[in-house]
């Protein structure tokens, strides 16, 4: 194992493990009459919004205790629930809650233990839990999914392999019961009707189980998507801070709560800045017609934040990249003439040093302005907006293959950087004739 490789490896973990307040300076600019491309989207129904407010002082109380990683071993499962088939996997959940399984199989949070994140557990020493932990607390947090990693892991470095493709617990990621069972307890919202369960509950399946409001709340989504204020910060400002940007939003004082974006209708869809129409959905983009003036030509685009609960993007791993280009009658790309405007908060690869925020804020708005003298040929203005999900990582594997490396590690990042590449797309596109 080269030092250098190990040294990335320890920075992503210390930030990981031991772990806005600056705002983001946005220039503002009215852009006049021009048109609009993006209707904002009506808010999202929250239920939130219509039952009574949740008493969040009693939800903090509750997810302090089943958020507490490591989380403990769950024990012996009940007989009737094992009589069931019903265990801590998730099909077995599938035959009774399909539409949930469903949901879940096609969401991130299934794939949660993909070949990135198990290309740096399975260069590390099996017996290493700690290690371990800094990473699946939120990748895999299950204490059953913590052993099957260990056996995993053990198996890879013996016989070289596969660790992710073995089919223990800790592959299937973020599982039903990481969020929903303690103790061989099921846990979860309120009724929809709001009706109480009878005594007769504790005879359904897996022993009924214990409703509580915890499971509306942001904050049960805090728990992995917002560090701690002792955890890493840079340049003043928490590396994961979504919770956070969403307190400050209109979006928590009017009760729009995370679920009510990325689990419309208690759907366990999460959806984000992977799926473009989830993007569509957040943000509004305006152009202003194209001039010319002394040979220059020059045009303006806004992204607004119409409707993200938080910063777009919320994180350090996305780059949004705005394209302005001129292009030429056959609807060319002329060259020299593209300029790029990044919508991201940009770090060093090393995590140590912030390049740039220009994230833009849950209703503000950003322009950028294209200016450039006029191709000869050129008969059109065509804007982009290109949404690159995973560009930090895709840095991060092409780095860590420039090192050394071998075995089932460098297997395992080379599909996670051919896996990264494939995911950036075009949101928006817009050609404006010249004058
Ligand atoms: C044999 C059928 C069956 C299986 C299998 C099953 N459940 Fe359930 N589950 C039920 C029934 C019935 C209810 C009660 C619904 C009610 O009373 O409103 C329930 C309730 C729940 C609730 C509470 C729903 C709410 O409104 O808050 C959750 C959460 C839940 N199950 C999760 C799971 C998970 C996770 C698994 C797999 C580990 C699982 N269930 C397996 C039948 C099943
Ligand atoms: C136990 C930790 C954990 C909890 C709790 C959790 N998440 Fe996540 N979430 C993750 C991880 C890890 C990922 C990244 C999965 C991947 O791509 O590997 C993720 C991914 C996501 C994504 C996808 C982002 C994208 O890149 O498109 C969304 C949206 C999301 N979570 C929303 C939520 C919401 C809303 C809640 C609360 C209901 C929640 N999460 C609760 C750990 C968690
Ligand atoms: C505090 C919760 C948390 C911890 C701890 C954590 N992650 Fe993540 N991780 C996330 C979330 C949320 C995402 C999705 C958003 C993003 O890209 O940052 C994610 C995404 C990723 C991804 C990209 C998606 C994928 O599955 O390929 C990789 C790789 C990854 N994490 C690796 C790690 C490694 C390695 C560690 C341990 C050193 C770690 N994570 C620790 C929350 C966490
Ligand atoms: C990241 C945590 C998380 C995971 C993973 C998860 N759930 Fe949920 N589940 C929730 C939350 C949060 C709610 C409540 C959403 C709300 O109230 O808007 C919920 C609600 C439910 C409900 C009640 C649905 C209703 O319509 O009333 C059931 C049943 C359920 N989940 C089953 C499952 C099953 C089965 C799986 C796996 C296939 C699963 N959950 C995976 C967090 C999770
Ligand atoms: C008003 C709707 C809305 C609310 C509320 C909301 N989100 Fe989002 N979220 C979005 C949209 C739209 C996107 C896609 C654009 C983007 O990535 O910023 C998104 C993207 C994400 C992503 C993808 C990663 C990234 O860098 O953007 C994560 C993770 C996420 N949300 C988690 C959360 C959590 C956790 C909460 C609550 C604290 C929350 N969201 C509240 C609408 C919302």
Redesign the pocket.
């Known amino acids: 194992m080269q030092a250098r490789r190990w040294r990335i490896f320890r920075i992503f973990f210390d930030i990981r493990s031991s772990c806005l307040a600056v705002p983001v300076l946005l220039l503002m600019m009215g852009l006049g009459a021009c048109d609009r491309e993006t209707q904002s989207p009506k808010?999202?129904a929250s239920p939130a919004a219509t039952a009574p407010p949740i008493d969040e002082k009693a939800a903090e109380k509750f997810l302090e205790h089943h958020w507490a990683r490591p989380l403990a071993p769950q024990g012996k499962i009940h007989e009737s629930t094992a009589a069931q088939g019903i265990s801590l996997a998730p099909e077995s959940c599938a035959s009774c809650h399909a539409s949930q399984f469903q949901d879940w199989r096609n969401s991130l949070h299934s794939k949660a233990m993909g070949p990135g994140i198990m290309g740096q557990l399975v260069v590390m020493p099996a017996h290493a839990r700690g290690d371990h932990q800094a990473c699946i607390r939120c990748h895999a947090p299950l204490a059953e999914q913590a052993d099957s990693l260990v056996a995993a892991i053990k198996q890879a470095k013996q016989q070289r392999l596969p660790a992710g493709g073995t089919g223990g617990l800790h592959s299937q990621g973020l599982v039903c019961a990481a969020c929903h069972v303690r103790q061989q307890e099921w846990h979860g919202p309120p009724r929809r009707d709001g009706s109480e369960l009878s005594s007769e509950a504790k005879n359904y399946p897996h022993g009924g189980w214990k409703a509580n409001r915890a499971f509306e709340s942001?904050q049960f989504?805090?728990a992995c998507?917002?560090f701690k204020d002792d955890e890493y910060a840079l340049n003043g400002k928490l590396l994961e801070n979504?919770?956070r940007?969403?307190q400050d939003?209109r979006?928590a004082r009017q009760g729009?709560?995370?679920q009510?974006?990325?689990m419309p209708d208690r759907r366990h869809l999460w959806k984000?800045?992977h799926?473009a129409e989830?993007?569509k959905?957040?943000?509004e983009i305006r152009t202003g017609a194209a001039a010319m003036a002394n040979e220059q030509l020059s045009a303006k685009i806004s992204v607004g934040n119409s409707?993200?609960?938080?910063?777009?993007?919320?994180?350090v791993?996305?780059k949004v990249v705005v394209h302005g280009f001129q292009q030429d009658a056959a609807g060319h790309k002329l060259e020299g003439t593209e300029q790029l405007f990044i919508i991201g908060r940009q770090v060093s690869l090393d995590i140590t040093k912030e390049i740039a925020d220009t994230r833009i804020a849950p209703d503000a708005e950003a322009s950028f302005d294209y200016r450039a003298p006029r191709h000869q040929s050129a008969t059109a203005l065509m804007w982009q907006v290109e949404i690159q999900p995973d560009a930090f990582y895709l840095e991060f594997y092409r780095e860590l293959l420039k090192y050394p490396t071998k075995g089932e590690g460098k297997r395992l990042i080379i599909e996670a950087r051919d896996h990264a590449s494939t995911s950036p797309y075009i949101v928006f596109s817009k050609s404006l004739a010249l004058p």
Do not use: M, N, R
């Open positions: 808010l999202p942001s989504c805090a998507h917002q979504t919770y940007e969403w939003s979006y729009v709560s995370c009510a974006c990325h984000g800045i799926d989830t993007v959905k957040g943000i409707g993200v609960g938080h910063y777009f993007p919320t994180y791993t996305p």
